[in-house]
């Protein structure tokens, strides 16, 4: 069964540094997602990316987040300057239609420290 | 904005069957999804309710009300392995507004 693959599954980094997270969405959906999950709280939407391009972001999604789907298989959420509080789980997910079920990959632990 | 209200813990015994609410206030959606998500897991889709109505699957039935702002999630004949966080979502567009999730124990 297809599934949406993440890495790395844990990344620690030191305040100011960038990060780049990686995500391999399932091949055949067009539209792509990140959210995050700060330990013990909801899931939080982030960006929505279809056509190449942003198409709905949140405001957590400020000027230090950026994505990018730099080939056919890869879509990755960067992180220029971490921040104590960007600690988190962060999912990416996929989807065939917009408002079809959303597949989540098993996520990449950040720690800022 | 939009708002989603679940309850934050429920407790069932095995074999039983257990209901988790969800009221919300939007402006508008697509529709109200379910996710279940195990202790440091991925959410993984559950149901989705784009009209009024009950949706089955399996062990796991949906409901929404869009007159009400009201969504419920029923899950029957409950096993150990049920034990995990619920969230209801709205489907605003492209993004899901999830809820701050019921984490569900099933007791022996």
């Known amino acids: 069964e297809p599934e949406v693959t993440q890495t790395p599954s844990h990344q620690v980094t030191q305040m100011g540094q960038e990060v780049i997270l990686r995500c391999v969405p399932i091949?055949?959906?067009?539209?792509f997602y990140w959210y995050r999950q700060i330990l013990g709280q909801k899931v939080e939407f982030l960006v929505s990316?279809?056509?190449?391009?942003?198409?709905?972001k949140s405001e957590i999604f400020d000027d230090q987040f950026s994505v990018e789907r730099p080939d056919g298989s890869n879509f990755t959420l960067k992180i220029r300057s971490t921040k104590l509080e960007d600690s988190a789980m962060y999912f990416c997910?996929?989807?065939?239609?917009?408002?079809?079920?959303?597949?989540f990959g098993p996520g990449t632990r950040l720690t800022v420290l | 904005g939009q708002s989603l209200e679940q309850p934050s813990e429920v407790t069932a015994v095995e074999g039983a069957i257990v209901q988790i609410n969800c009221t919300y206030q939007?402006?508008?959606?697509?529709?109200l999804s379910w996710y279940q998500q195990h202790d440091g897991g991925a959410p993984t889709f559950l149901s989705y309710?784009?009209?009024?109505g009950l949706e089955e699957t399996g062990r796991f039935s949906s409901f929404l009300s869009r007159s009400d702002s009201y969504g419920y999630l029923l899950l029957q004949e409950l096993q150990m392995k049920d034990s995990a966080s619920y969230f209801c979502?709205?489907?605003?567009?492209?993004?899901?507004?999830f809820g701050k999730g019921t984490s569900l124990l099933v007791t022996p």
């Open positions: 979502a709205l489907n605003p567009g492209y993004a899901l507004n």
């Open positions: 990316f279809y056509n190449n391009e942003i198409s709905e």
């Open positions: 091949s055949n959906h067009l539209y």
């Open positions: 309710n784009a009209l009024d």
């Open positions: 997910a996929s989807a065939q239609g917009e408002s079809n079920e959303q597949f």
């Open positions: 939007t402006s508008g959606f697509y529709g």
